[in-house]
């Protein structure tokens, strides 16, 4: 009699423990599924580089005019790339988690045609010391039409040598340890952007909505321009912005 009670008890814990085996693995399987981003293979492929302590207006200000880019029609509009060196969350200086779309460690990646390089917690530390990162930016240089900093996105831009033959700026009380750190740099202050060659270079912070407003007058002109700050609630006119354009 006693083991007619102990089977059903020993039958139910058996098929307890196979059923959370397999919900185990339907998770395991729902986390490998990845989505990718959809490109538009006749727009620009603009790849925002995040680290851990990114901070979020450097990152977010230039994401949202870019992406709004695909609601302005006749234009080759922005596709919007989230790279790093991992696809697990990236959590920022602030604490927002955010998703990478690609791992540029492992990953092969669409062509980048314009560089994001916001700021981060250690843009002027460790992140400098990350040469699997640096080489990174250098071989997007090599075909890239536009490479763009925020803040002391800039240092590991100059860290590469891309910024040695041009002038470039950062945040406002950075400058002097951007001096100090890159001597031979052209390094200009009191400017909110600089604009040499393809190398377009912010002091950063809300300032960010600027400078990628200046980028997409260059490539969409005036109007798309405005209607693009408008609808971010942004009066916009570059020559109310302290700017710097080296011809």
Same mark, same amino acid.
């Given at each position: 009699m006693k083991f007619i009670? $102990?089977? !059903?008890?020993f039958l139910l814990t058996l098929f307890s423990c196979n059923e959370h085996k397999t919900t185990t693995e339907k998770v395991a399987v729902v986390e490998e599924i990845r989505v990718m981003p959809e490109l538009n293979p006749e727009s620009y492929n603009v790849a925002f580089l995040i680290m851990d302590g990114t901070f979020n207006t450097e990152?977010?200000? !230039?994401?949202?005019?870019?992406?709004?880019? %695909?609601?302005r029609k006749n234009i080759k509009a922005m596709n919007t790339l989230i790279v790093a060196n991992t696809l697990e969350p990236i959590t920022t200086f602030e604490g927002v988690r955010i998703l990478p779309d690609y791992d540029y460690t492992k990953d092969e990646l669409p062509r980048i045609d @314009?560089?994001? $390089? !916001?700021?981060?917690?250690?843009? =002027?530390?460790?992140?400098?010391?990350?040469? $699997? =990162?640096?080489?990174?930016? %250098?071989? $997007?240089?090599?075909?890239?039409?536009? =490479?763009?900093?925020?803040?002391? /996105?800039?240092? !590991?831009l100059a860290k590469t040598g891309i910024l040695d033959s041009v002038a470039s700026t950062t945040f406002p009380s950075d400058v002097e340890n951007y001096r100090k750190m890159f001597p031979d740099l052209n390094i200009k202050d009191n400017v909110l952007f600089v604009h040499d060659g393809k190398y377009i270079t912010s002091a950063g912070g809300a300032k960010s909505f600027e400078a990628a407003l200046y980028l997409c007058?260059?490539?969409? /002109?005036?109007? @798309?321009? %405005?209607?693009?700050? %408008?609808?971010?609630?942004?009066?916009?006119?570059?020559e109310k912005v302290p700017h710097l354009t080296v011809q």
């Open positions: 009670h $102990v089977l !059903p008890i990152f977010t200000a !230039p994401f949202d005019i870019f992406q709004h880019t %695909k609601y @314009i560089l994001v $390089v !916001p700021s981060a917690e250690h843009s =002027m530390d460790s992140d400098l010391e990350d040469t $699997v =990162m640096l080489d990174f930016i %250098k071989k $997007v240089d090599e075909t890239a039409i536009y =490479m763009t900093s925020h803040c002391d /996105g800039a240092f !590991p007058e260059l490539l969409y /002109g005036k109007e @798309i321009t %405005k209607s693009l700050a %408008k609808g971010l609630v942004i009066d916009w006119d570059v």
